[in-house]
T-cell receptor, first 117, second 114 residues
Framework: GAVVSQHPSWVICKSGTSVKIECRSL??????MFWYRQFPKQSLMLMAT?????????EQGVEKDKFLINHASLTLSTLTVTSAHPEDSSFYIC?????????????FGDGTRLSIL | SQKIEQNSEALNIQEGKTATLTCNYT??????LQWYRQDPGRGPVFLLL?????KEKRKERLKVTFDTTLKQSLFHITASQPADSATYLC?????????????FGKGTKLSVKP
């Protein structure tokens, strides 16, 4: 089955640090990847849609200068949380969709737990 | 805007019984609806997708129904096992299927007791 790898799985860093999270589709090419954030006992909230070779589309209320997304290849998208602060602490999850149609299921990585001190 | 409600935050059942989880949406009927399983500290895992023209879908012990009149999907796990304990998420397309973006419910945490 389709596998999505996310790295790192856990980050603890000081306030003001920038953190980069990688999302890779291991056995398929993903023209579209999605980045979600999940707070405890809350649903996954879509932050942005990442399209290979073009600018990401951000959801309302998500600062694009704060959360930098790069989708440089068909198997890799990165999310950089710039100048992270404690309120950015959350569980960040990426997903990828195989390019066989928009109605196909998304395949998720195992998430990155980000803790900002 | 479209909203999803998974009425039960938690559901506790005995091993061997059928678990039934509910997902309601409030606005337009989506082109499709999906169910995912999420274990603590892990990403969601896809289980089933049902399209608007399908009434029912089955996969092993899982069954999903889709009632566009009631704006509701039901997710059933028959002969439940302790290993089925997890949070189950309902998701549907956010923009009528035009972009493939999903919105998720808060999930129902299922606990199956031996």
């Amino acid at each position: 089955g389709a596998v999505v790898s996310q790295h790192p799985s856990w980050v603890i860093c000081k306030s003001g640090t920038s953190v980069k999270i990688e999302c890779r589709s291991l056995d398929f090419q993903a023209t579209t990847m999605f980045w979600y954030r999940q707070f405890p006992k809350q649903s996954l909230m879509l932050m942005a849609t990442s399209n290979e070779g073009s600018k990401a589309t951000y959801e309302q209320g998500v600062e694009k200068d704060k959360f930098l997304i790069n989708h440089a290849s068909l198997t890799l998208s990165t999310l950089t949380v710039t100048s992270a602060h404690p309120e950015d602490s959350s569980f960040y999850i990426c997903s990828a969709r195989a390019p066989t149609g928009i109605n196909q299921p998304q395949h998720f990585g195992d998430g990155t737990r980000l803790s900002i001190l | 805007s479209q909203k999803i409600e998974q009425n039960s935050e938690a559901l506790n059942i005995q091993e061997g019984k059928t678990a039934t989880l509910t997902c309601n949406y409030t606005n337009y009927s989506p082109a499709y609806l999906q169910w995912y399983r999420q274990d603590p500290g892990r990403g969601p895992v896809f289980l089933l997708l049902i399209r608007e023209n399908e009434k029912e879908k089955r996969k092993e012990r899982l069954k999903v129904t889709f009632d566009t009149t009631l704006k509701q999907s039901l997710f059933h796990i028959t002969a439940s096992q302790p290993a089925d304990s997890a949070t189950y998420l309902c998701a549907l397309d956010a923009n009528g299927g035009s972009q493939g973006n999903l919105i998720f419910g808060k999930g129902t945490k299922l606990s199956v007791k031996p």
